[in-house]
Nanobody
Framework: QVLLVESGGDLVQAGDSLRLSCAASGVTFSDYRTAWFRQAPGKEREFVATISGLGHLTHYADSVKGRFTISRDNAKSTVYLQMNSLSPEDTAVYYC????????????????WGQGTQVTVSS
């Protein structure tokens, strides 16, 4: 069982940067691929970024490519999402997710989820 706890969400202005963290416990963290998803009000949960267990491979949604960076520190069992050049369209609840296995951008393929952290970007 993987326990995931996100933090770092905040109210920021357009153009600002923010870093989200997701701390894991209960497992050997490097065994798990992790990902960030987000869900805006009235919209479906959407893929943001994913990183392999050892951190060598990353993949991003087109909407965040070049602005967001996913990384992980397995010694701290933590995955990060550095978000730059934020816009109001990035406003959402951001979720951390984990799974064992190959890369996937489908939320239904992830077995473990955090509770989410709110990111609000004002114009």
């Amino acid at each position: 069982q993987v326990l995931l706890v996100e933090s770092g969400g905040d109210l920021v202005q357009a153009g600002d940067s923010l870093r989200l963290s997701c701390a894991a416990s209960g497992v050997t963290f490097s065994d798990y691929r992790t990902a960030w998803f987000r869900q805006a009000p009235g919209k479906e949960r959407e893929f943001v970024a994913t990183i392999s267990g050892l951190g060598h491979l990353t993949h991003y949604a087109d909407s965040v490519k070049g602005r967001f960076t996913i990384s992980r520190d397995n010694a701290k069992s933590t995955v990060y999402l550095q978000m730059n050049s934020l816009s109001p369209e990035d406003t959402a609840v951001y979720y951390c997710a984990a799974r064992r296995g190959a890369r996937t951008t489908s939320a239904s393929d992830y077995d473990f989820w955090g509770q989410g952290t709110q990111v609000t970007v004002s114009s």
